[in-house]
C-alpha cells in the first residue's frame, strides 16, 4: 500500500511540473567574444575565461539602437576586465541568465530606466563570491554577447 502511494505522488509531481534546466550534451557553448562579432544566436550556454579577479558590478545600462536593429545592455565593473563569466539564453522562457564569477553588487545599482525588451533585471547573491542574474525579456529574441576592457563591460545585443 505505501508502495502504491509512492508511486502516485511521483506521477502526480512528475505531470504537474515543468522543470527547464540545461542540456549540456545538446547545447552550442559559445566562448565570449572580446569583441563585436553580431553573431545573434537563439539558445545556448555562453561563458568567458576573463580575469579571475575580484570585481563589482557598479552598473546596468541599456541603450535603444532602433538604427541599429537591437537594444544594447551593458554591465558596467569597477575593474578593467568584466570577471568570469557563465550564461544561459533560454529559447522556451525568454530569459537570459548569467552568473558572475568573483563578483559582487554595488549597492546602488538601480533599475536601468524603461525599455524596450527588457521586462526586468532580478540579481541573486550566491554565496560569498558569485552574482546571479535573471534577464525576463519581452517575446521570441536573438542575442549577441561580447566583452569590452578598460573599463570591463559585458554587452549583451537583444534582437527581436
Known amino acids: 500500500m505505501n508502495l502504491l502511494k509512492v508511486l502516485l505522488l ?5 505531470l504537474g511540473h515543468k522543470a527547464y534546466s540545461q542540456d549540456l550534451l ?18 545556448g550556454i555562453f561563458h568567458s575565461t ?8 557598479k ?17 558596467d565593473f569597477e575593474t578593467n ?3 568570469r563569466v557563465y550564461g ?3 529559447e522556451k522562457e ?17 533599475s536601468f530606466g524603461t525599455s524596450k525588451l527588457v521586462k526586468k533585471v532580478d540579481f541573486y547573491p550566491v554565496g560569498d ?10 517575446g521570441k529574441h536573438s542575442i549577441d554577447v561580447f566583452t569590452l576592457k578598460n573599463p570591463g563591460r559585458l554587452v549583451i545585443d537583444i534582437k527581436k
Open 88 to 90: 544561459y539564453k533560454s
Open 50 to 57: 576573463n580575469s579571475n579577479t575580484n570585481s563589482v558590478l
Open 81 to 83: 576586465e568584466a570577471p
Open 129 to 138: 563570491d558569485t552574482l546571479s542574474a535573471e534577464l525576463v525579456i519581452d
Open 10 to 14: 511521483i506521477t502526480v509531481f512528475s
Open 94 to 110: 525568454n530569459k537570459i541568465y548569467v552568473d558572475f564569477f568573483k563578483t559582487k553588487l554595488n549597492k546602488k545599482v538601480g
Open 59 to 75: 552598473s546596468i545600462r541599456h541603450g535603444n539602437g532602433s538604427s541599429r536593429g537591437f537594444e544594447r545592455l551593458v554591465f
Open 26 to 43: 545538446n547545447e552550442r557553448i559559445r566562448k565570449i567574444p572580446d569583441k563585436k562579432r553580431s553573431i545573434f544566436f537563439n539558445k
